[in-house]
């Protein structure tokens, strides 16, 4: 069975940093991109950054030149360094994985709340 559990969420103070790391395990064939995406209370989920096989990533205008999204393939894990943290970036966030088949996995969150 697929499972993609996510570690690393807690609360911090403005300014603070957390890493965020997410580690799959069960899943048949090539991982391709993987993700992390957050949800606000009362909002919709977004993506915050995502990072191809190669280690190409891609960062939401919101988080970027803070976030960094990096990937251990022989690991299967994904982490997110989340530095410079704002009250805004308070929400639940959620690691996704693509495979090369279109397949994609979702882990059941982990929160983050940054306090002013």
């Known amino acids: 069975q697929v499972q993609l559990v996510e570690s690393g969420g807690g609360l911090v103070q403005a300014g603070g940093s957390l890493r965020l790391s997410c580690a799959a395990s069960?899943?048949?064939?090539?991982?391709?991109?993987m993700a992390w995406y957050r949800q606000a209370p009362g909002k919709t989920r977004e993506l915050a950054a995502d990072?191809?096989?190669?280690?190409?990533?891609h960062y939401a205008d919101s988080v970027k030149g803070r976030f960094t999204i990096s990937r251990d393939n022989a690991k299967s894990t994904v982490y997110l360094q989340m530095n410079s943290l704002r009250p805004e970036d308070t929400a639940v966030y959620y690691c996704?994985?693509?495979?090369?088949?279109?397949?994609?996995?979702w882990g059941k969150g982990t929160l983050v709340t940054v306090s002013s």
């Open positions: 069960g899943i048949i064939g090539r991982i391709g991109t």
């Open positions: 996704n994985v693509r495979k090369l088949d279109g397949m994609e996995y």
């Open positions: 990072i191809i096989s190669f280690g190409i990533p």
